[in-house]
């Protein structure tokens, strides 16, 4: 490199560190010690969300889909609750699917494996599709894997969505609890019924 190169480099990265250094004494970090902190961490989260403070990459949109946690998704809940006694091989909430291992109900020459895709977050007939493959082994090297399609499909689907109604209500019913005592809190009086 040219002598006149590393000459301007390093003041300029020595300047650019002090700008940047210097920046931080704005108070952003600098916490206000005259309130007392709640001690418990999950309380101040809520009490941190309720106000509107944290970190907000993106401008909040209603528009579009709203995605739940998978504690709280009706739909995955009653899905996981299914299928519980069986194991599961692949499980992406993200990209919403759940894939069972193969099950044997003591038959060792036939096993099932279950696959629930998610196409909504909504409780509807129309938000899951259940697949179930059925593989017949005449021996251990010799399997058959096909797609059935019979009233099995059918009662683990209904099944899912009976369950997954109640999961809603109930996440409704706390939903419209916690607004109540959100406006009794602020003052409000508009409650939303």
Request: glycine letters at 6%; a positive charge; aromatic letters at 8%.
């Given at each position: ?43 101040r989260a809520r009490q941190n969300v309720e106000e509107g403070k944290g970190l907000q990459l993106f401008k909040k949109d209603d528009s579009g889909g709203n995605f739940l946690f998978a504690s709280s998704n009706p739909l995955w809940r009653a899905s996981l609750g ?112």
């Amino acid at each position: 490199m040219h002598l006149k190169t590393i000459l301007f480099i390093k003041p300029a990265i020595i300047f650019f560190f002090v700008l940047l250094l210097n920046g931080c004494n704005s108070g952003f970090l600098k916490p206000d010690w005259s309130k007392t902190a709640e001690p418990d961490g999950k309380k101040r989260a809520r009490q941190n969300v309720e106000e509107g403070k944290g970190l907000q990459l993106f401008k909040k949109d209603d528009s579009g889909g709203n995605f739940l946690f998978a504690s709280s998704n009706p739909l995955w809940r009653a899905s996981l609750g299914a299928i519980d006694f069986m194991t599961l091989s692949s499980v992406d909430y993200a990209g919403g699917i759940i894939i069972t291992d193969w099950y044997s109900d003591g038959n060792q020459n036939e096993s099932i494996k279950i696959t629930i895709r998610f196409l909504s977050n909504e409780v509807r007939s129309d938000a899951l599709d259940v697949k179930i493959n059925k593989k017949l082994c005449s021996s251990v090297e010799n399997c058959s894997v096909t797609e059935i399609k019979n009233d099995l499909n059918f009662k683990i689907k209904n099944k899912i969505l009976k369950q997954a109604a109640i999961y809603q209500k109930e996440l409704d019913e706390n939903k419209k609890n916690n607004t109540r005592r959100k406006s009794a809190v602020t003052g409000n009086e508009n409650r939303p019924d």
